[in-house]
């Protein structure tokens, strides 16, 4: 939030409750789930504030916008540590995966094919535990 206060933002209570909610768990989750997360800690905006206030994280690269093989976009905090996602097809859950090695194994190919990686995406869908 410090940030965003020094580039002039005013302090907001729904966009710092959205910061919480995607911080508690590492979750990716969709606008309506925001807005369900949010009523349920007593906060009631509609739904263009929680979309605007999405855009103004979005623009400040606070949060990162994330689509799968579905109609809806996630939203997830912008990390350092670089993680894939597991999806369960059934049920829709998101976990994230960190993979260490997986880094060092790009770098391997990309430079044995005098290639450079400038993103990449890489997401794992299948059944959770609960679905199988």
């Known amino acids: 939030m410090d ?50 206030e999405l855009d103004t994280l979005l623009k400040e690269n606070i949060i990162q916008e994330l ?10 905090l912008v990390s350092d540590e670089h993680h894939h996602h597991l ?15 997986l880094y060092e194994k790009e770098k391997e190919i990309a430079q044995s094919l005098g290639f450079e990686v400038i993103r990449h995406s890489l997401e794992f869908y299948g059944l959770c535990k609960k679905c199988k």
Not at 87 to 101: A, F, K, L, P
């Open 3 to 52: 940030s965003l206060k020094n580039r002039n933002y005013r302090y907001s209570e729904v966009r710092e409750a959205i910061l919480h909610i995607l911080n508690d768990g590492h979750k990716s989750l969709s606008a309506p789930d925001i807005l369900r997360e949010l009523r349920s800690v007593g906060l009631s905006p509609n739904k263009t504030t929680v979309y605007r």
């Open 67 to 76: 689509q799968f093989d579905e109609q809806k976009k996630r939203y997830e």
């Open 87 to 101: 999806i369960c097809t059934e049920c829709g859950q998101v976990r994230e995966v960190v993979m260490d090695d």
